[in-house]
């Protein structure tokens, strides 16, 4: 989501990033630029305002700034905006809080949240009861149900009850008879009608619900400020979770959010589906803002996926090797999947970008057709195939020639790119990624 944002500011760290010595010129430029970008981004202006003073303080403590190089003063910036959106606490997967309210506006995913939630905690081991109190809305219950059937999550569904505390005293009352861990409750998408605020401030106090948890949708933009000033001014909010953060919104809110309410950002969505949630982790956040590597998410990829004791990539490096390595990729979650965890891959990837939602279906079954139509002596020594192989490999994979031609020259090049690589770098690999996959070949 953060691709306009990210982009902008990666052109300024990159900029500055290569000076060897700066001056006050680049420094102020840098900054008025960071300034400019954030403000296009919907980062509020006082929030902004706050960011390029604590950069602006941050420098004038430690004068050696100004004269060093470009990374101190990237580090700088990286640091304040991780403080921006930073926790007070650490967040942990294991909830301290047994109930939890979740309240959001119309639309921001509460329900769908609920469910992600419950689905994380059962997965490590909790027990998870989700219920709803949202009466105002007809399909509210039903939505819930069939999603906590699709997740195998326990559902209570109430047949008689007279309000809002009613449903939830019956539900804390089967939580605790059947020993349940954790309490899910889903809320009406009201929080801008005054009354029903009220009501959920009633339904926490009289029950003492150890948690609300407001689910923002990040797409709304400039919008968030107001969201989340009046649900501060109303009522003391404990958690956030942030919402389709796989979308195409700007991205900027996330900084705003965290100055306004003064609580801990414990989830984001990263997708539609149930599994598509993770912690929050401002570190990495800021990393894709930046456009600076995720190193730790691509070094654990790299050594639990594509380095496996039983497949480890090394000198031999054949296209059988090949063919797995592709395949670990797509397991993963897709090349894309792999690609999209680098900040700036459409500038490092441009001979692909175009076509790159193509690979993994395309290119994937080209190679798959062509490396199985070839005998396992071909597969150990590329270098053997020649003309009269690769008719017959053609009339096996049902491709041609030519399509044989530039797997094997990409296979070649990836090849040459192993032996120089040292330790099996993945970083160094995907360097050169840019070459193994031609428009010419998955458009074939």
Do not use: C, W
């Amino acid at each position: 989501m953060f691709s306009n944002l990210s982009n902008k500011l990666s052109k300024i760290i990159n900029n500055i990033s290569n000076k060897s010595l700066l001056s006050k010129y680049n420094i102020d430029d840098s900054i008025e630029k960071i300034r400019v970008t954030l403000l296009e981004s919907d980062v509020s202006l006082l929030v902004v305002d706050d960011i390029i003073s604590r950069i602006k303080n941050k420098i004038k403590q430690n004068s050696n700034i100004s004269f060093t190089n470009g990374e101190q003063f990237i580090h700088v910036i990286h640091q304040e905006l991780v403080n921006t959106i930073k926790n007070n606490t650490k967040v942990s997967l294991v909830s301290k809080s047994k109930s939890i309210l979740l309240i959001g506006a119309p639309g921001s995913g509460k329900t769908t949240s609920t469910i992600k939630i419950a689905k994380l905690m059962q997965n490590i081991g909790k027990k998870v009861l989700v219920t709803s109190i949202d009466i105002y809305r007809p399909a509210a219950f039903n939505q819930l149900e069939l999603l906590s059937k699709l997740a195998k999550v326990d559902y209570l569904l109430l047949d008689n009850y007279s309000d809002t505390i009613d449903i939830v005293k019956q539900a804390l009352n089967h939580y605790k008879l059947n020993n349940y861990d954790i309490l899910l409750i889903d809320t009406a998408g009201k929080i801008y009608n005054h009354n029903y605020i009220e009501n959920i401030k009633m339904v926490h106090n009289s029950l003492e619900l150890n948690e609300i948890m407001l689910v923002v949708d990040v797409t709304i933009g400039q919008d968030i400020t107001n969201l989340a000033k009046n649900i501060s001014n109303h009522l003391l909010v404990n958690s956030i979770m942030i919402t389709k953060m796989d979308s195409d919104a700007k991205g900027g809110t996330i900084l705003s959010l965290k100055h306004i309410i003064n609580s801990s950002i414990k989830f984001i969505g990263t997708g539609e589906k149930i599994n598509e949630i993770e912690l929050f982790n401002p570190n990495k956040i800021i990393n894709r803002i930046l456009g600076t590597v995720d190193t730790l998410s691509l070094s654990n990829i790299s050594h639990s996926h594509l380095n496996s004791n039983n497949n480890k990539i090394n000198n031999n490096f054949n296209l059988s090797d090949f063919l797995k390595q592709l395949k670990k990729i797509n397991r993963i979650s897709g090349i894309n999947g792999i690609l999209n965890k680098i900040p700036g891959i459409n500038n490092l990837f441009d001979n692909i970008k175009h076509g790159i939602n193509n690979i993994d279906t395309k290119f994937l079954i080209k190679t798959e057709a062509i490396i199985n139509s070839m005998t396992n002596l071909e597969r150990n020594n590329p270098s053997i195939i020649k003309s009269s192989h690769k008719k017959r490999i053609s009339k096996g994979s049902g491709v041609s020639i030519q399509d044989i031609n530039i797997l094997l020259k990409q296979f070649f090049l990836v090849q040459k790119t192993m032996k120089k690589v040292k330790n099996n770098n993945f970083l160094k690999i995907l360097n050169n990624m840019n070459k193994l996959v031609t428009k010419k070949f998955y458009k074939r």
